[in-house]
């Protein structure tokens, strides 16, 4: 039961650490110490997209899904085994790297100086 619970409260910080990356400009523009952990979090983003990198985070929420119940363990994305669950639909690695470069771009475009002093 720890395993589930522990892996089940993997996945809310990873779900979070996936709206930061969307969102975090948004606070980020404001306060300096969130904007570097941003852009850090869309660098590793992006890293993960261009490399076929899988998160940390999911090889954790897998290896604890596994501890508890070795059936419950699946190989892949994150993102892509959520989203199939959510809709029912695959969804191609170039569309989450579409996504991904969209909110890069969203991020870039608020951090912008806006001829205010840096």
Known sequence: MLWKVAADLVVIFHLLWILFIIFGALIGWRVTWVKWLHVGALTFSVCLQLF??????????????????????????????????????????????????AVLGASAWAYWPRGESI
């Open 52 to 101: 076929g990198w899988i998160c940390p985070l999911t090889y954790l929420e897998v290896w604890l899904r596994q501890r508890h119940d070795p059936a419950l363990g699946y190989a892949g994305d994150f993102l892509v085994y959520y989203a199939e669950r959510l809709v029912y639909l695959r969804v191609p690695r170039e569309t989450v790297f579409i996504a991904t470069l």
